[in-house]
């Protein structure tokens, strides 16, 4: 494993559908973030685990959005009740020192 | 609310150009500062910089951090086609491993 994995690149759903996506970090790190970027915007944080424990979570991010990592590894990134404006590119990152990021998902609610 | 402002926005040059971006960035207690290069999917990491590595090299970029004015430029020289991309510029305060991200400036190199 030489980097930050995500599952699935793409997804497509109907509006009012639930999405998980997973995240795999780089193993021997144990900080791990979820973040959203849309178009032509810088990624926006969302939430960050060090080890399995939830260290912080942004205020924007809504209660429909739902992020575990239950044994400090993988993590899983829930939306409930998809919205249009949930459509963006989901990215992953883990970090030692720096942070690396996976090749996200792509989120596309019709 | 830390806050990073990159400029300018957007940028065209030339191949063999060399190119300065900028990184402002506003934050309580400065930790690192961080820039990537993003061409079609995930950023991929430049340089991290920090009170005590304040300049960084590698190859025809080369980034520096200044601290008094808190900002960060990031430099490319000899430009090439293969250069075009977003850079993203992050930071990060002191207690905190939360990354903040600007905008990012958007570069087209031109043959």
């Known amino acids: 494993d030489t980097g930050v994995s995500q599952d699935p690149r793409h997804k497509i759903t109907k509006r009012g559908q639930n999405v998980t996506f997973r995240c795999d970090p780089i193993?021997?790190?144990?900080?791990l973030y979820w973040y959203r970027q849309t178009l032509g915007q810088g990624p926006e944080f969302l939430t960050y685990f060090q080890n399995e424990a939830q260290l912080e979570k942004s205020r924007l991010l809504s209660d429909r959005f739902s992020a575990e990592r239950p044994k400090g590894s993988f993590s899983t990134l829930e939306i409930q009740r998809t919205e249009q404006g949930d459509s963006a590119m989901y990215l992953c990152?883990?970090?030692?020192?720096?942070?690396?990021f996976g090749q996200g998902t792509r989120l596309t609610v019709v | 609310e830390d806050k990073v402002v990159q400029s300018p926005l957007s940028l065209v040059v030339h191949e063999g150009d060399t190119v300065t971006l900028n990184c402002s960035y506003e934050v309580t207690n400065f930790r690192s500062l961080l820039w990537y290069k993003q061409e079609k999917k995930a950023p991929t990491f430049l340089f991290m910089l920090t009170s005590s590595g304040i300049e960084k090299k590698s190859g025809r970029l080369s980034s520096i951090l200044d601290k008094k004015e808190l900002s960060s430029i990031l430099n490319i020289t000899a430009t090439q086609t293969g250069d075009s991309a977003i850079y993203l510029c992050?930071?990060?305060?002191?207690?905190?491993?939360?990354?903040?991200f600007g905008t990012g400036t958007r570069l087209k190199v031109l043959a």
């Open positions: 992050a930071e990060a305060a002191s207690g905190t491993y939360k990354y903040i």
């Open positions: 990152a883990s970090s030692g020192n720096e942070a690396f």
């Open positions: 193993s021997e790190h144990n900080r």
